[in-house]
Nanobody, 129 residues
Framework: QFQLEERGGGEVQPGGSLRLSCAASGYDLDTFAIGWFRQSTGTGQEREGISCINSRDGSTKYSDSVKGRFTVSRDSAKNTVYLQMNDLKPEDTGVYYC????????????????????WGRGTRVTVSS
């Protein structure tokens, strides 16, 4: 069975932290680019690429909105990718998804939804006081 499963979402106050995980079954994450995407609440919101990592060379990309606060990493032994989110803000609220893409530099630099497939079901993050 091929699937991705995101975990670690929850409700946190502004300034707090969460660590999301993306665990793969049936896929070897060492052969993919993995993207983290956020879909904010509200009708018609698109999934924004917020962080991508190329498992082949470890290169990463962050959106300007999360740069300096979020860190993407991977654990090959656990076949899992993580997203450490610090200094969370209300605008970070949304559903977070991980997805797989081709491990090419252009895929990482763009970190765009169009280049990713095999999506997980998402995990919800709420940042509120």
């Amino acid at each position: 069975q091929f699937q991705l499963e995101e975990r670690g979402g929850g409700e946190v106050q502004p300034g707090g932290s969460l660590r999301l995980s993306c665990a793969a079954s049936g896929y070897d994450l060492d052969t993919f680019a993995i993207g983290w995407f956020r879909q904010s609440t509200g009708t018609g919101q698109e999934r924004e690429g917020i962080s991508c990592i190329n498992s082949r060379d470890g290169s990463t990309k962050y959106s300007d909105s999360v740069k300096g606060r979020f860190t993407v990493s991977r654990d090959s032994a656990k076949n899992t990718v993580y997203l450490q989110m610090n200094d969370l803000k209300p605008e970070d609220t949304g559903v977070y998804y991980c997805a797989l893409g081709s491990p090419h530099p252009a895929t990482i630099q763009a970190c765009a939804r169009r280049d990713f497939a095999s999506w997980g079901r998402g995990t919800r993050v709420t940042v509120s006081s």
